[in-house]
């Protein structure tokens, strides 16, 4: 007697099905991004708990699938082919959590980072709002040390939990972490929540500060909308805003990726806009500086 074929996997099958955790497939990423642009993961998922996201990275990690994280979106482009891979995100209230413990405040990575801001300014512990105008998720500013003209994040970070590829948790203390101009050694595993060290201040004080820092930033950045995207890091001494109008950049187009009239450090995407025509348009942008004032700037935003 001939042995009985093995049952293919149904077509919906996903490397996941055993895990508990409800696993999207062809999610598309232009619906997480910012900019609104990009192609689908091949997978997607929201675990609600810790536990549950553990089995996930685990499971990536055995199978050799490609992970990654994606916080507001508001610093990534993703390919118009997409992502072949898992995208995780850390909406759950589970990793959204803010909780005061005076003077340090204790967010979950998930945790919008105006939030974070708020919840500091009213509790009246000052050092975040800076921040505030700051789009994206507490894991986002973590990773790229998010900062404004009030400072960076990194300087109130004293200690991080991340999870490593083999799903383990574990504490990172401000000893071992390292932050720099939109920069940090945290990207080499799941962030999960952080404790920032902050200072008491009155929250009458600290209130008028944070309006006055929003006011600012909206000056210094689009408004409006989402289909904004920040190109490059400042270089030392100046703006890349600076550099790119002196050399003549402002006028530079790439399909119908332009740069944001007012703000030329900002690409805006129209309506008929590929994350390709971003992508060159940043790469245009970056030679024409190049060229003309010998600086080459660099990138801001992240290429997946
Ligand atoms: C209008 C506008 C204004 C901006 N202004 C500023 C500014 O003033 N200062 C500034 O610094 N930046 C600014 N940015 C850039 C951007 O907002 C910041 O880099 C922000 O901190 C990104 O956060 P996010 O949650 O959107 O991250 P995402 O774009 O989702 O992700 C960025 C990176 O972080 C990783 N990541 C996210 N969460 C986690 C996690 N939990 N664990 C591990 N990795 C994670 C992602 O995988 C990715 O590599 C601006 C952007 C826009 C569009």
């Known amino acids: 007697m001939n042995p009985r074929p093995a049952s293919p996997a149904p077509a919906d099958s996903t490397p996941f099905d055993d895990l508990g955790v409800a696993v999207s497939s062809h999610e598309p990423l232009a619906h997480h991004t910012w900019l609104g642009l990009g192609g689908a993961a091949a997978w997607f998922c ?33 390919p118009d082919a997409g992502f072949d891979g898992m995208v995780v995100r850390l909406s759950a209230p589970a990793f959204c959590r803010i909780d005061v413990a005076r003077p ?5 990575s998930g945790a919008k980072l ?26 986002g500013a973590l990773v790229g040390n998010a900062g404004s003209h009030g400072g960076d994040i ?14 383990s948790t574990s504490v990172r203390d ?5 932050f ?49 995207a920040m190109m490059f890091k400042d270089p030392l001494g100046t703006t890349a805003e600076t550099l790119i109008t002196q050399a003549g950049a402002k006028e530079l187009r790439a399909g119908d990726a332009a740069i944001e009239a007012q703000h030329a450090n900002y690409v805006v995407a129209g309506p008929q806009c590929s994350s390709d ?28």
């Open 180 to 228: 720099e101009a939109r920069w940090s050694n945290l990207d080499d595993c799941l962030i999960l929540s952080c404790r920032l060290e902050l200072d008491e201040e009155d929250p009458a004080i600290l209130t008028k500060r944070m309006q006055k820092q929003w006011i600012v930033g909206r000056s210094t950045q689009p408004s409006g909308t989402r289909s904004v």
């Open 154 to 167: 990194g300087e109130r970070v004293a200690a991080v939990t991340v999870m490593e590829a083999d799903g």
């Open 174 to 178: 401000r000893s071992t972490l390292a």
């Open 114 to 139: 105006v939030h974070v801001v708020s919840a500091a300014v009213q509790a009246g512990l000052s050092g975040l709002e800076g921040l505030v105008d700051v789009p994206g998720t507490v894991g």
């Open 46 to 78: 929201e675990p609600v708990d810790t536990d549950a996201l553990g089995r996930v990275v685990k499971r990536c990690t055995e199978r050799g699938i490609p992970l990654r994280v994606i916080g507001g979106g508001s610093n990534v482009l993703v």
């Open 277 to 304: 025509d971003v992508r060159m348009l940043v790469e245009t942008v970056r030679s024409r500086v190049r060229e003309k004032l010998g600086v080459d700037l660099t990138p801001l935003i992240e290429v997946w």
């Open 104 to 108: 340090a405040i204790v967010a979950g």
